[in-house]
Every structure is written in structure tokens, then in C-alpha cells.
């Protein structure tokens, strides 16, 4: 999967969440980190940094429906949060390993 397809599809998941904090989209199905879009990336091109913030960001991300869920909407948002902040250094990530691999 290419890495951009593969970085819409994360924000299109951080965001089905996102909806469902704020009260305007059904809860989302949750999937492990293991099985999204990056993780598909990282099986030809391993890197344990990455895996290891998807594992944090999915975890975060459950743990935000979790709080919603039990009503605890600045818990929720404040890990909302905190997804976004390692779904940006996920990509960042992703694209400085694609260089690196073009280069060499």
C-alpha cells in the first residue's frame, strides 16, 4: 500500500473517532494497530519506532471511545489529542523512512 493512501486511511479512522467524541458519527468499529492501513506499510519495510506509536495510538484511541463512553468527555478529548499528536509523528516518520529507502 502506498504510504499516502495508507496516511489517509489513519485520519480517516482518527476522525470516525473524533465524530464520535463530539457527538455526530456512530461509534466506531475499533481495529488493533496491527491491523490498519500503516501496518499493512511496515510489513515489506519494518521499523519498531513506528509500530510501536501505532501501538500507542490505537491504544489512545480506544481509551477515548472508553472515556466517552463512560462519560468522561475531557478525558476523551484530552487523548483525542494526544492521537493527533502521534498520528503526526507517525506520518512524519513514514515519509522521512521513504526517503531513506529512495536514496539508498
Avoid at 487523548?79 to 499528536?85: I, K, T
Wanted: net charge negative; proline share 3%; hydrophobic share 40%.
Amino acid at each position: 500500500m502506498e504510504i499516502e493512501l495508507a496516511i489517509l486511511k489513519h485520519f480517516q479512522y482518527i476522525e470516525s473517532v473524533a465524530a464520535f467524541l463530539e457527538g455526530s458519527g456512530p461509534e466506531p468499529e475499533l481495529i488493533a494497530s496491527e491491523d490498519s492501513a500503516v501496518a499493512e506499510c511496515l510489513v515489506d519495510h519494518p521499523d519498531q519506532a513506528i509500530t510501536d506509536m501505532q501501538t500507542k495510538l490505537y491504544k489512545k484511541l480506544a481509551d477515548a471511545v472508553a472515556a466517552k463512553k463512560a462519560g468522561n468527555d475531557e478525558e476523551a478529548n484530552k487523548l483525542l489529542d494526544e492521537a493527533y499528536l502521534l498520528y503526526s509523528q507517525i506520518e512524519r516518520a513514514l515519509f522521512v523512512n521513504e526517503e531513506k529507502e529512495q536514496e539508498g
